[in-house]
């Protein structure tokens, strides 16, 4: 690290500034940095602070940073601010599903200017989950406990028939392979099980670096538990509709942790009404859960309303700490690890990955 202490902007309304950032973070930051506060307050999950006065405000105060964090409330940060902010070295982004809204990446990188999000800080509760469901459903656990709150507390063998029980050395395929299923993965390797994987994002050493098999959605669709993992984009927006689902073999276990708009609801149904197989569903279309839905009276099912990212108190728990560890590694000459790249970009946005 250069004798100079870094200067690093944090710009987020008070919400995230208060109840989301930890003091013990912080106090991390401070050792290697200095650090100012913008508060701004404006847009959404969403969408951008598009108030004209915040924009404004935000030019006066960026020059002079050396790394700029952005967050729910923060104006975006357009190429026109970065060429007023030329000491701007890297870029975190803290809301990272919507990053696009809030930072000009293609002006940042013709800058040389590193951008970073730490979105999977809500990936790995995720992850958890899906493999909670996964165990769960494997011995179709959701009809289980339908019986058994219906006073019908007698074992039933024939919610088993088909069903393979144990996780032990079965074939896992899962769609879309991020920060949320590289976790997931290491969770299954205490299962020793096979995993086949189908992203057509990920780089090509990505398979023999972790272990698994990279392969088509077919033959994911083919394993004996499949796991939904993959961001809502255009390109996936129902993706896995009425010919993908009935790939799924009698027996086997499906999990959607993702988004409810990339599996075709009605026909997800139809193929749960053939009664072969099992589901864990954190996500649906529409959410909430319609309360006339067919799909709260299946019996081969197991629900929960998207409470799969929920790691405590705060929505937004860890997300300020990885920032911190990855303006660590950068302010010390690492590299650091969660990078919007192009590649990034393209997933999140859809784009042809083959383009």
């Not at 991020?178 to 290491?186: D, E, I, P, S, T």
Request: charged share 25%; aromatic share 8%; proline share 6%.
């Amino acid at each position: 690290m250069s004798q100079k202490r870094p200067k690093v902007l944090l710009a987020f309304n008070d919400d995230i500034r208060f109840n989301h950032v930890d003091s013990q973070d912080l106090t991390r930051l401070e050792t290697f940095a200095d650090w100012d506060w913008f508060p701004c307050e404006g847009g959404g999950i969403y969408d951008t602070n598009t108030d004209p006065q915040a924009a404004l405000d935000f030019s006066k105060t960026l020059p002079g940073h050396d790394a700029l964090v952005v967050c729910l409330g923060a104006p975006t940060v357009t190429a026109d601010l970065l060429d007023a902010a030329p000491a701007l070295k890297i870029i975190g982004e803290m809301e990272g599903d919507r990053f696009a809204s809030r930072i000009d990446l293609d002006a940042a990188w013709a800058r040389g200017i590193r951008t970073v999000d730490t979105t999977n800080a809500s990936s790995y509760p995720v992850s958890e989950w899906a493999l909670a469901m996964i165990l769960v459903c494997l011995k179709n656990g959701g009809g289980h406990f339908r019986r058994m709150i219906a006073d019908q507390t007698r074992f039933d063998r024939t919610l088993m028939d088909g069903m393979q029980g144990v996780l032990w050395r079965r074939r896992v395929g899962l769609i879309g392979c991020g920060h949320m299923g590289r976790r997931l993965m290491k969770f299954l390797r205490a299962f020793e099980t096979e995993i086949w994987v189908h992203d057509p994002y990920l780089p090509q050493e990505l398979p023999e670096a972790l272990g698994f098999l990279q392969t088509s959605l077919e033959n994911v669709l083919s394993c004996d538990v499949v796991v939904c993992l993959v961001p809502h984009t255009p390109r996936t927006e129902g993706m896995l509709g009425k010919e993908e689902l009935a790939r799924l073999r009698p027996g086997a276990v499906f999990v959607s942790v993702s988004r409810g708009k990339v599996t075709d609801s009605a026909a997800l149904i139809d193929r749960l009404k053939q009664g072969d197989i099992v589901a864990g569903l954190d996500v649906f279309d529409p959410e909430p859960v319609p309360p006339d839905s067919e799909i709260l009276q299946l019996p081969n099912v197991f629900l929960s309303p998207h409470i799969g990212a929920f790691g405590g108190p705060t929505g937004h728990q860890g997300f300020f700490s990885l920032m911190v560890d990855e303006l660590d590694r950068f302010f010390h000459g690492h590299q650091t690890q969660f990078d919007l790249t192009p590649r990034a970009q393209a997933n999140r946005t859809g784009a042809d990955p083959y383009a």
